[in-house]
């Protein structure tokens, strides 16, 4: 079992910056790729990053170039760096892990989500 507790969420303004960890714990052998979703109010949950352990790492259309995720290793917390913000950025990010997380049907592991507001 995995365990996934991310932090980090808050209210920021439009062009603002956030960052957010998740902090895994656990058996990590079976990982194979760790990423973010979200999910905003009657939305389905869509991918915003995953990056697998060979170091490919894909990104939404919507977040390129903005948003950025990295791992610290020797503390097994991956974040997101979330730079110029937009109001459609608002949602519940949820930390994922698994063998695949190319789709949610294919996550192993979520946590329980932080939510990011952004105000215009």
């Known amino acids: 079992q995995v365990q996934l507790v991310e932090s980090g969420g808050g209210l920021v303004q439009a062009g603002g910056s956030l960052r957010l960890s998740c902090a895994a714990s656990?058996?990590?052998?079976?990982?194979?790729?760790m990423g973010w979703y979200r999910q905003a109010p009657g939305k389905e949950r869509e991918l915003v990053v995953r990056?697998?352990?060979?170091?490919?790492?894909y990104y939404a259309d919507s977040v390129k170039g903005r948003f950025t995720i990295s791992r610290d290793n020797a503390k097994n917390t991956l974040y997101l760096e979330m730079n110029s913000l937009k109001p459609e950025d608002t949602a519940m990010y949820y930390c994922?892990?698994?063998?695949?997380?190319?789709?949610?049907?294919?996550?192993?592991?979520w946590g329980q989500g932080t939510q990011v507001t952004v105000s215009s």
């Open positions: 994922a892990a698994g063998r695949r997380i190319a789709t949610a049907t294919s996550v192993d592991y």
């Open positions: 656990g058996s990590m052998f079976s990982i194979n790729a």
């Open positions: 990056k697998s352990s060979g170091g490919i790492t």
